[in-house]
């Protein structure tokens, strides 16, 4: 019997002029829950990818802009042509139904994974005679990959591999690791702060903790310094609060001078009093809004003030936490 592939085009075409039409809404959401790989259409694939290169570069997006980068791609077409591209700028009338073409396209792709998953599992039983164990172990693996990937939003393909094949083609030698060609990380603040980097303010209540942070954050935002810390550059700061009271966060501010528009606070008692939103990051779903925020806002550092006060319904002592 002939196997008809899960897919939706309109669905694809959806999510596509999705991001042409309202890049800045719909673009950061995308990036959380779909990459090329759940597109079925390959010449989808290609226009998403050129649509996040354009993102991640900071170049705007529009129909002429985005026609020409296609064209100097030499990709324009192999994608249809210009008409094809104009049809997608025109396809849906606004982003405002995005979320559901997400779903759709991922929920599709997640049935095009069981059903190769399943046809595999088929071809091995039919070896002679059948390994029934690696079969199972390899059933298993490929069934929790796809079910945790469609739970929790996952983009990476790579999360499907077996772990055996993951550490073959990740563990290196140190001559290996020592010819690696790596991307020199921008420094931030003095020179052991860079991007990419996560650290801990540790001390004894009522030592400074905050203070200090508030002070690294307005170091960062303005490119200003803080002692012989220099931030080469200003950079957009989320300062993510769970214990004070806005009125003394703002007259710590006020003390330190900071009044940078790019130094942003998310308040647990301004987000209680104007949505009724508790403030939690051990929730997914906050987590995937504050993520989907720094993305669109081009926020670079994000300090969060303080794990016990911000995160619920966990340990903070536990291994496991």
Same mark, same amino acid.
């Given at each position: ?47 998403? !990818? ?11 997006? @529009? ?23 104009? !049809? ?67 983009? @990476? ?122 403030? !939690? ?14 993305? !669109? ?25």
């Amino acid at each position: 019997m002939k196997q008809i592939v899960p897919q939706s085009i309109d669905a694809e075409m959806g999510v596509l002029g999705s991001m042409l039409i309202s890049p800045y809404d719909t673009i950061p959401e995308c990036l959380l829950k779909i990459s090329e790989q759940h597109f079925f259409v390959p010449t989808h694939r290609t226009i998403y !990818n050129v649509i996040v290169d354009l993102w991640n570069a900071g170049k705007p997006i @529009d129909l002429i802009i985005f026609t020409q980068e296609l064209r100097d791609r030499g990709l324009l077409e192999s994608v249809g042509g210009a008409a094809s591209v104009t !049809n997608l700028f025109s396809f849906v009338p606004t982003a405002a139904n995005v979320q559901y073409y997400i779903d759709i396209v991922r929920e599709k792709r997640d049935l095009r994974e069981v059903q190769a998953a399943a046809t595999e599992c088929l071809l091995r039983v039919s070896q002679q005679p059948p390994d029934i164990a690696e079969t199972l172990s390899f059933a298993a693996g490929r069934f929790a990959a796809i079910q945790h990937n469609s739970k929790n939003g996952s983009v @990476d393909p790579r999360a499907e591999k077996n772990w055996e094949d993951a550490l073959n083609e990740s563990v290196v030698t140190a001559l290996e690791l020592n010819d690696l060609e790596l991307a020199t990380r921008e420094k931030l603040l003095g020179d052991w702060f860079c991007e990419g980097d996560c650290g801990f303010i540790s001390a004894f209540r009522g030592t400074g903790k905050t203070w200090l942070a508030l002070a690294m954050a307005q170091a960062l935002s303005t490119g200003g310094k803080l002692g012989d810390w220099k931030a080469p550059a200003p950079v957009k700061v989320l300062y993510v609060d769970g214990e004070m009271p806005p009125d003394l966060m703002r007259d710590r501010c006020e003390g330190l001078e900071a009044s940078s528009d790019n130094l942003q606070f998310l308040n647990h008692e301004i987000l209680f009093e104007r949505t009724g939103k508790v403030l !939690n990051i051990a929730d997914p779903e906050a987590q995937r809004a504050i993520t989907a925020r720094c993305m !669109n806002t081009g926020v670079k550092v994000v300090f969060l003030d303080n794990l016990s006060t911000l995160a619920s319904g966990m340990k903070e002592n536990d291994a496991d936490s």
